[in-house]
Nanobody, 126 residues
Framework: EVQLVESGGGLVQAGESLRLSCAAS????????IGWFRQAPGKEREGVAC????????FYANSVKGRFTISTDYAQNMVYLQMNSVKPEKTAVYYC???????????????????WGQGIQVTVAS
């Protein structure tokens, strides 16, 4: 059974940093891309960053480039999202998700991900 479990969320001050973790299990980790998405109150879910675990390719939404970094720990089957200089308008629930097929590249379209974590709240205080 595919499982994705997010952790590391909470309250952070605007301009500070926070690292989210995604623990993956139940599949061959190094064959799949993993994406991070977020959904702010009253808004649609949007892609933030993704990483292809088979080749290490990463991709970021324009809104987070230069501030967020996605990384993988292959030994622990973990994907991290380091968020620096967080913005108050980006309070949201953050999700990690597994790409729907193995060995496909990194993409930030929600429809291309089939398995999702339960989400974790990140609240940015101004």
């Amino acid at each position: 059974e595919v499982q994705l479990v997010e952790s590391g969320g909470g309250l952070v001050q605007a301009g500070e940093s926070l690292r989210l973790s995604c623990a993956a299990s139940g599949f061959t980790f190094d064959r799949y891309a993993i994406g991070w998405f977020r959904q702010a109150p009253g808004k649609e879910r949007e892609g933030v960053a993704c990483i292809s675990n088979n080749d290490g390719e990463s991709f970021y939404a324009n809104s987070v480039k230069g501030r967020f970094t996605i990384s993988t720990d292959y030994a622990q089957n973990m994907v991290y999202l380091q968020m620096n200089s967080v913005k108050p308008e980006k309070t949201a629930v953050y999700y990690c998700a597994r790409r729907n097929h193995p060995l496909l590249g990194c993409i930030l379209h929600e429809k291309d991900y089939d398995d999702w974590g339960q989400g974790i709240q990140v609240t940015v205080a101004s």
